[in-house]
């Protein structure tokens, strides 16, 4: 007699018919609900949740290396909003030119050419240039600057605000505001009018807060009208401790002999090629005379600045997680050999090798991604409380948080595999017998 | 057509590579009819729970076959013979083997996760099956707080709340005393009573004197002695 069993591919699974129909006693038993994934996940949260305390410091690595990732890179982009948000607002839009300088034989610097009195109207043709100014310091020597004529000499003398000169348009090409009044104009400038706008900080200085009843300056004995206070120079931001004048002003007054400085506003990307194409139409015949600072083309600078935060830290992450991972192995292994028994019972009752692997593989993917939401908590915690105690906008990518919570269940499936086979090898009649 | 055995051992014989090579059974053949209640008796090291890691399909025979309940067992695959110890072998080991952080209800339900009983239906048939082992009133404890014959009984339910056709036990009252292991005793009666068939290992000749059919094994040799 032989009786063939039935064949089944995968006999664990899915439903099979019972060959024992006529015997009494034992009724039918459907194979449909064998070990499904539901009777899994039950009986690979009561493996975990057996040791408590063992489960936290189990996920510790876990916890501490995603949380170092989550806040290398939080920071890093927190960090790269910061810059880029500065970037964008000033240096990627701003274009400075200065004359050209060499050491003479005396050793002084000497400029080797001068911009020419009406440069913004020479580079405000090019393609690229939204705005432009020209900005100069003008020597005091012995005069001060004072809100009362002083014929004192008694008086010590004090340490008054600078003066500079600018063109009318330089407080849009730097993005001033106007605090009260008005800037000067053209006209001004051509007719060389005594009319003065002060920085705020020298406003605050002279006492001056109001111009409405055209208050006087004194620049040494002569009388100057202030017609408004400017604030928020962001591209020069020593223009709030001065005095400005308009240039034409400058040169009468003061003998002023050149501008020090051009500010231009371009459009975004404009850097390169105003950078080549300003010289030129300031000098034609010596372009290389001038010394120009443009943004650097692409955001190259930015990305520097990101990669440089985030090597060190990012390395410091991935050991940490190493380590987790390792944790989580050697724990899982640990109680593999503590549950050898388990397991003979288990396979006694029924469970195939598969079964026992999976179990364990299932224990350690969530002790993994336990590890990696509660880091991932933790280190979303740590990068919005540094940046608003340093007043930064934090920025987390929420993809950051999903992604390094998942890669602690990553973490957690390669630290099981190999428990999980040691476990789905262990001979049953040995276990069974080990700990009789 | 009549029935075919439940257990039927044809010339099986384990031999355990060495070195030294150890042959633990020696051309055994074996008939257990349904409802059989048999004990197997010997001395240490005589090959007794190797017989039994066969018979419970935990282990494989070097050589001849094992027909369990008409089906030749050499035939089926690891995953189909952890099927049939699901579903047709229940197990009762001398050291219980149950789960201590787990209640009693939780240890029966095991059993009843890896042999396919359906899910609406395995905590009915698990409470059953602790009713029929006189626990009722344990159901919610942890297997620590129980004495041994209340353990054993709590293995015994579990190795019969999947309603297997054969029961193995393996020196089931090795750790109980004369008053403990004369319950156990009695509720494997009541069970054969009921149509099950149990083989059951001991050192105990009380124990083995209950049974209706003892055979014995010396140095991996069976003998019947009834
Ligand atoms: N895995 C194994 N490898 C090698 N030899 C083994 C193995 N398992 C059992 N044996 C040997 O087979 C023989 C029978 O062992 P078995 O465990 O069946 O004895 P037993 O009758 O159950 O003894 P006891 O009453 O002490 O439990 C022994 O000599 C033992 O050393
Ligand atoms: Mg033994």
Do not use: C
Request: net charge negative; proline share 6%.
């Amino acid at each position: 007699m032989k009786l063939r069993m039935p064949r089944r591919g995968r006999a664990e699974r899915g439903p099979a018919p019972d060959e024992a129909v006529d015997r009494g006693g034992a009724p039918l038993i459907a194979r449909a609900d064998r070990f499904s994934a539901q009777d899994l996940i039950v009986e690979a949260s009561f493996g975990i949740g057996a040791r408590p305390t063992r489960l936290i410091m189990t996920t510790l690595g876990t916890v501490l290396g995603i949380a170092s990732l989550v806040v290398t890179i939080g920071f890093a982009q927190t960090a790269a909003g910061q810059i880029a948000s500065q970037f964008d607002a000033v240096a990627a839009t701003q274009v400075v030119i200065e004359p050209g300088s060499a050491n003479s034989l005396n050793g002084k610097e000497r400029a080797t050419g001068s911009l020419p009195w009406d440069a913004p109207d020479r580079v405000s043709r090019l393609a690229g240039v939204e705005l432009a100014g020209l900005v100069s310091e003008v020597p005091l020597d012995a005069v001060t600057i004072t809100a009362v004529p002083v014929n004192d000499p008694s008086e010590p003398p004090t340490l008054g605000p600078a003066l500079m000169a600018t063109s009318a348009g330089l407080l849009d090409a730097v993005r001033g505001q106007l605090v009260t009044g008005r800037y000067f104009d053209v006209g001004h400038d051509a007719r060389s009018d005594r009319v003065a706008v002060l920085g705020s900080r020298a406003a605050e200085r002279l006492g001056i807060n109001r111009v409405d009843s055209q208050p006087s300056i004194f620049i040494g004995d002569s009388s100057y009208t202030v017609i408004g206070i400017i604030d928020e120079v962001e591209r020069r931001p020593d223009l709030l401790d001065s005095v400005i004048v308009p240039l034409g002003t400058a040169r009468a007054d003061f003998g002023l002999a050149s501008p020090d400085e051009l500010q231009i506003q371009i459009a975004l990307g404009a850097g390169t090629i105003v950078a080549t194409q300003a010289p030129i139409a300031l000098n034609p015949n010596a372009p290389e005379n001038y010394e120009v600072q443009a943004p650097s083309p692409g955001s190259a600078l930015r990305e520097n600045v990101q990669a440089d935060v985030n090597i060190v830290f990012l390395i410091l992450g991935v050991l940490a997680l190493l380590a987790g991972g390792l944790g989580i192995a050697n724990v899982t292994m640990l109680s593999v050999m503590e549950r050898v028994g388990e397991i003979g019972l288990r396979r006694a009752l029924g469970a195939t090798k598969r079964n026992i692997a999976h179990q364990f593989m299932v224990e350690s993917v969530v002790i993994g991604l336990l590890g990696g939401l509660v880091g991932a908590a933790l280190g979303v915690f740590a990068v919005v409380v540094v940046s608003v105690m340093q007043g930064w906008a934090p920025v987390v990518d929420p993809w950051l948080a999903i992604g390094s919570a998942l890669l602690g269940a990553v973490v957690g499936l390669l630290a099981g595999v190999y428990p999980a086979v040691k476990a789905s090898n262990i001979e049953p009649i040995i276990a069974l017998r080990g700990s009789n | 057509m009549s029935r075919p055995p439940v257990v039927d051992l044809i010339d099986v014989t384990r031999s355990f590579t060495g070195p030294p090579e150890v042959q633990a059974l020696k051309s055994i053949n074996l008939r257990v009819e349904k409802q059989d209640y048999l004990s197997i008796v010997g001395p240490s090291g005589s090959g007794k729970s190797t017989m039994l890691n066969i018979l419970g399909l935990l282990d494989r025979p070097s050589v001849g076959e094992y027909y369990l309940d008409g089906a030749l067992t050499s035939l089926a695959g690891e995953a189909e013979r952890a099927a049939l110890r699901g579903g047709k072998i229940g197990f009762v080991f001398q050291a219980f083997h149950l789960m201590p952080h787990r209640s009693v209800l939780d240890n029966v339900l095991l059993a009843t996760v890896y042999s396919g009983v359906p899910r609406a239906d395995r905590e009915r048939r698990a409470r059953a099956a602790l009713h029929r082992v006189h626990l009722d009133h344990r159901i919610d404890f942890l297997p620590g707080t129980l004495s041994g014959g209340e353990r054993q009984r709590v293995a015994v339910a579990r190795a019969v709340v999947a309603s297997p056709q054969l029961l193995l036990a393996d020196e089931p009252t090795g750790n109980l005393d004369a008053t403990t292991s004369g319950e156990v005793m009695d509720l494997f009666e009541e069970l054969n009573a009921d149509g099950l068939t149990l083989i059951v290992i001991t050192h105990d000749k009380a124990v083995a004197d209950r049974a209706g059919r003892t055979i014995s094994i010396a140095d991996g040799r069976v003998s019947e002695t009834t």
